[in-house]
């Protein structure tokens, strides 16, 4: 499952936001116009490491920017920012080999194995050059914390020049006052927390961007406004044809970082933002919701899904905590949005397992719902809806009772979800890594959901 979300956070959390805001966002549903000034310089020499300054243009326009995002954003440029324009290739290259740098190749390979399992990409889909393709077109620059440098494409031009040096800039300032290079360090088994503060920085930056190119505007419109205006962008362009949970893992701590910022910024201003970074949210749920955050309720622990039933040999390969917004995604591809929001709600804590034999792979995702009492049981009430919806995308099930839903789908891993309690279980596999092939079925499933669940066999 992290998959859409870890190659986003991966281009987007390391790189601090390598792509800007989705372009609509700056034209002029908002008021801006679309002056094209002329593009910025090129220059051919590699970015400076750590320490070194940029080319000469570059850094002028870039202080000229900073002056005028530490103003609106109300954090003072505790020193220079050295900017480099590099051409468009080059740029991505740079990105892709910071990725390289900080990724495991590995995790990236179970990512992919997690979103094909689970039927949020194509059975046969590289989803990592598929996400860099869809950033592409969109990438614009972005700061380097290691080397506290703003990195330009060439062929930057107008508004998108203006607010992707808005935009990233306001990273900078994040660095300067809260180290934003250590706190975006990549972590396994933390992406929930991680995603957090992703959300966090985005939403933050993107707000401060839109007070620095249209003054008063953002905080006026109305976040279901904003929100579609995203959801918009995303169904227009050169990435309209992408997996829908990747274009949404991809634009989502953009649209529900920006609404959590905007609700600090109409409680507090900016010394309300200022104050989570000061105590950061901790989980997604918290993002998603306001009073979550006031009261840092805190994720319920979770045991992950153990594997005994799918064979000794199957191990342990990666080992997460998803979070809220990753359910609600998910949940998104087989529910309209607003029932997907209402049926991830009340999101307790989850830990989700890929295991590993040989050329096969298997996903158990484990996900406990707050307890309520008196009232029916949040985990009961969205069982009965997403697997009802599950039912409606993907046809018959093979089995489908009051504790549980399984498809058989055709060539495709089993999927399976289940419900003991407070607890909700997804199992997608076993089936052969490179192409889905099925090397379980629903029986197996079936084993596997009361191994994990406690749920004794009947008779």
């Known amino acids: 499952m ?48 750590s320490g070194e300054g940029g080319d000469p243009e570059s850094t002028a326009r870039v202080a000229a920017m900073l002056k005028r995002v530490s103003k609106r954003r109300g954090l003072e440029a505790k020193k220079t920012v050295p900017g480099v324009t590099l051409e468009r290739d080059a740029l991505l290259a740079r990105l892709r080999a910071h990725v ?39 990438l614009a620059g972005y700061y380097e914390p290691e080397g506290g440098v703003m990195l330009l494409a060439a062929d930057l031009d107008g508004l ?42 985005e939403g933050d930056a993107t707000s401060a961007m839109f007070d620095v190119m249209a003054p008063g505007v953002i905080l006026a419109l109305p976040d279901e406004m904003f929100v579609r205006q995203v959801k918009d962008a995303m169904d227009e362009g050169p ?76 191990t342990t390969a990666d080992a997460d905590t998803y979070g809220e917004l990753p359910l609600r995604i998910m949940y998104g591809e087989w529910m309209t949005d607003s029932d997907a929001a209402d049926a991830a709600s009340h999101w307790g804590g989850d830990r989700a397992v890929l295991a590993r034999r040989a050329a096969e792979v298997a996903f158990g995702w484990r996900v406990r719902y707050d307890a309520a009492t008196p009232t029916p049981g949040y985990a009961d009430r969205a069982f009965v809806a997403v697997s009802a919806a599950m039912v409606r995308k993907l046809g018959p099930a093979k089995i489908r009772d009051a504790a549980q839903v399984c ?31 099925p090397r379980g079925d629903c029986a197996l499933a079936q084993r596997w959901s009361r191994e994990v669940l406690g749920v004794p066999k009947t008779k």
């Open 407 to 437: 498809f058989e789908r055709p060539g495709h891993a089993a999927l399976s979800l289940s419900r003991a309690g407070n607890d909700l279980l997804f199992t997608a596999g076993p089936a052969l890594s490179a192409d889905m092939t």
């Open 100 to 138: 390289d740098q900080e990724i495991p190749k590995q995790a990236i390979l179970d990512e992919g194995a997690m979103d094909s399992l689970l039927g949020l990409v194509p059975q046969k889909f590289d989803y990592e050059n598929a996400m860099y393709s869809l950033l592409e077109a969109q």
């Open 239 to 314: 990435g309209a044809d992408a997996p829908r949970a990747m274009k949404e893992g991809l634009a989502a701590p953009y649209v529900d970082g920006v609404v959590f910022v905007h609700g600090l910024r109409r409680a507090g201003g900016w010394p309300a933002v200022d104050a989570a970074w000061q105590n950061l949210p901790q989980t997604t749920e918290q993002i998603l919701h306001a009073d979550k955050f006031a009261s840092r309720e805190p994720a319920l622990a979770v045991d992950a899904p153990t594997t005994k039933t799918l064979g000794a040999d199957f």
């Open 160 to 201: 998108m020049a203006e607010g992707t040096l808005a935009h990233e800039l306001t990273h900078a300032l994040q660095d300067q006052h809260y180290d934003l290079k250590a706190l975006m360090k990549y972590q396994t088994g933390h992406s929930d927390a991680t995603l957090a503060l992703q959300c966090l920085a």
């Open 2 to 49: 992290r998959g859409r979300l870890a190659i986003a956070c991966m281009l987007q959390v390391l790189a601090c936001s390598g792509t800007s805001p989705p372009q609509r966002l700056a034209e002029t549903p908002i008021g801006l116009s679309s002056s094209k000034p002329a593009p910025l310089p090129s220059v051919a020499s590699p970015v400076p490491a």
